[in-house]
């Protein structure tokens, strides 16, 4: 049996495309322990190659020799507009704090740049808060359209299965809006708090007896703005309520297609802690209505 790798303890990464067989294996390393996927769910290293050699970015973070995370993507066409697909963005656990995949996007901002594209699509989980935060709170990323069961039922351990609706997302690279928020420039914690106290909420949410938020009700968006709630931790939701993901499954479902429909926008994502519990939410706006022709 193989010796347990032990990771580097070193801040300094260095990001690079990926050249050997070994780096790409250890891409499937990488996914599997920060997704927790199982075996023949991680991009095999022969799709990574192609991908890499043909048009598409697999870009690492190593520490000395060790990856600690990637980003993999390709280009994509929609048969009117060449872009690059961001398929997969994953660090392992023991890095998860230090900001490396905010890194990595923005290195694969530089290579996207660098093939004359400006724009990246990608798609998402959107109960899933910290990809949340990452994508629109910090990159500037738009979700646009919302994909019901996008990949089928997918499985999570043995046994086990789980709905994968994603939201479709565009990440316009040249963007002002983008610019300013690769800068750092977001809206401060009052701001965000004033947005959400004076937003409608299009999910109802309540505290049950384990203490956790749970939706009990959806609405159609009204009002000029409005606030999506998802869970602030999904796993925490996984590991002590289990029944509860249904629950927010198909009450954001529900939500973000009506949202959608209704002509809104999601303008931002936030971590707003009204009495003291954080809460996670996405920022919607009406659209204005067109101006006459």
Do not use: C
């Not at 991680?42 to 890499?52: E, G, K, L």
């Not at 996207?112 to 109960?127: C, M, W, Y």
Request: no cysteine; charged share 25%; aromatic share 10%.
């Amino acid at each position: 049996m193989a010796t347990p790798v032990t990771p580097p303890k070193s801040k300094d990464f260095q990001f690079r495309r990926l050249q050997k067989p070994e780096e790409f294996r250890s891409v499937e390393e990488v996914h599997r322990a920060a997704g927790g996927l199982t075996e023949d769910a991680a991009v095999p290293t022969p799709v990574q190659r192609a991908v890499q050699d043909n048009g598409g970015i697999v870009i690492g973070a190593f520490v000395e020799i060790y990856l600690a995370g990637f980003a993999l993507g390709f280009l994509g066409w929609d048969g009117e507009k060449l872009y690059h697909y961001a398929h997969v963005t994953a660090v392992r656990p023991e890095y998860q704090n230090h900001h490396l995949g905010f890194r990595l996007k923005t290195h694969q901002r530089d290579e996207v740049l660098k093939q004359g594209l400006d724009e990246v699509r990608s798609t998402f989980d959107p109960l899933q808060s910290r990809t949340a935060f990452l994508n629109v709170r910090r990159l500037g990323v738009v979700p646009d359209r919302y994909l019901l069961h996008y990949y089928g039922r997918l499985a999570a351990e043995p046994g086990e299965s789980f709905e994968s609706d994603r939201v479709h997302a565009v990440w316009k690279l040249n963007d002002p809006a983008v610019v300013a928020r690769l800068e750092g420039k977001t809206p401060s914690r009052a701001e965000d708090e004033a947005r959400f106290a004076s937003s409608e909420p299009i999910v109802e949410t309540e505290v049950d007896d384990q203490g956790l938020r749970v939706p009990t009700a959806v609405k159609e968006p009204a009002a000029p703005t409005a606030h999506l709630e998802v869970p602030f931790d999904l796993e925490l939701i996984h590991q002590h309520a289990p029944g509860n993901l249904r629950k927010w499954r198909h009450a954001t479902r529900d939500a973000f297609r009506a949202a959608f429909d209704t002509g809104y926008v999601v303008e931002d994502f936030a971590v707003v802690s009204p009495g003291h519990e954080r809460r996670s939410v996405y920022f919607l706006r009406a659209k204005p209505p067109a101006a006459p022709a």
